[in-house]
């Protein structure tokens, strides 16, 4: 039998947010990035203690703030297969645009920026020459 140091399937580095209102942003990200819940503990009041998600091949935890846990902001750069597709969800869904999605000349990326429901920068990309849709 074979013993390893992290949960089966999960990153070894993975980012934690701390947000005013979890469950707002939890599900927010998994209508925008299909992410998938893989462990949830609330506190007694109901508020996320602390809650895991599947976002492609990456974990990312959230918890909401507390007295102790302030909230903080953060900036995260995510891959996806569609961009266009990925920036128009999230802005349908109460994100601030930073920049819509586009190709810089010499690059492979093809990139975008939004603010989510809790004021974290998100840039995503893909490396597909999609079409805006």
């Known amino acids: ?29 998994k209508v925008i990035f299909n992410a998938k819940e893989l462990r949830r503990f609330n506190h007694d009041n109901g508020r996320i203690a602390h809650i895991e998600l599947k976002l492609d091949d990456s974990v990312l935890m959230i918890s909401n703030s507390t007295d102790i846990y302030p909230a903080h902001k953060t900036m995260l750069h995510y891959y996806v297969p569609n961009v266009f597709k990925t920036f128009h969800l999230a802005i349908e869904n109460g994100c601030k645009i930073i920049e819509a999605p586009f190709k810089k000349k010499g690059e492979s990326d093809v990139r975008g920026s939004f603010y989510d429901l809790a004021d974290n920068y998100w840039s995503i990309a893909s490396q597909k020459d999609l079409k805006s849709e």
């Open 1 to 29: 039998m074979s013993e390893t140091f992290k949960p089966k399937d999960y990153n070894s580095l993975s980012p934690y947010l701390i947000v005013d209102d979890a469950e707002n942003l939890v599900e927010l990200l």
